[in-house]
């Protein structure tokens, strides 16, 4: 039994070391990371845009410019109901809705952004402009104007169970694929071995010395490591 565990374990080493090569990974690391970096330097040079987009939806406010901030508002002219789907769903980021001077609502997917409190500010400083331009000025409208404007409504569109959800479902994605390509390198590695000892009349000499199941046995395990080394590189490189 543990001859057999030998030959099977010598089989399964030659096997590998005959498909791995250290020289191979290198050079297949380097060439992962140099199109990641390309790519990425590529993304960044075509889509450069420091802030982030603040869609609205609604007329009532007239919001002073934000170059400054991290963020930029821009107005859409897409139904109320549509905006809350893509919001839901991901395709859009947050989005203000106007209701009124008084009544903004915030978008958002699952949880406030980073640039919240200034995005509150911002909104505020509009609701006091705009009150000031229509009131008449007079003591009361003033008090009520340099007052904080009313809370704005933080609707959340996607609770974070049903990301969780999406995640998941992100992972076993990545499973499935995972299995696709250990299947795919190995039966190339157990085809190009086999043809390869056919042409060179491998087989015979091999059989000839151990056992048919033993060869067979350490093939299969060889060339299973060599498939799993493969992917391991790849999730490396990525």
């Known amino acids: ?87 839901a769903d991901g395709s859009l980021g947050p989005f203000l809705i106007v209701h009124d001077v008084d009544h903004v609502e915030l978008l958002v997917q699952d949880e406030a952004p980073e640039y919240y409190d200034e995005l509150l500010a911002h909104i505020a400083e509009a609701q006091r402009s705009t009150k000031m331009r229509s009131s008449g000025l007079s003591a009361s409208a003033l008090e009520e104007i340099f007052q904080a404007g009313p809370p704005v409504e933080l609707a959340i569109q996607a609770p974070k169970a049903l990301r969780t959800r999406a995640k998941l479902r992100r992972l076993a994605t990545y499973c499935l694929m995972a299995v696709v390509l250990g299947l795919f390198f190995g039966s190339t590695y157990l085809f190009t071995g086999i043809t390869g000892e056919k042409q060179n009349h491998v087989t015979e000499s091999v059989l000839s010395a151990i056992p048919v199941q033993t060869w067979i046995d350490g093939k299969c395990v060889g060339l299973a490591l060599a498939s799993a080394y493969g992917l391991l590189t790849m999730a490396l490189s990525w």
């Open 1 to 87: 039994m543990i001859e057999s565990l030998r030959m099977v374990w010598n089989v399964a080493a030659f096997e590998y070391l005959r498909v791995v090569k250290l020289k191979d990974t290198i050079l297949t690391v380097l060439l992962f990371a140099l199109g990641a970096l390309g790519f990425a330097w590529i993304k960044g040079e075509s889509g450069k845009d420091p802030q982030a987009t603040v869609g609205v939806l609604g007329t009532a406010l007239s919001f002073p410019e934000s170059e400054h901030l991290p963020f930029r508002l821009s107005p859409s002219e897409l139904k109320e109901q549509e905006v809350r789907d893509k919001v």
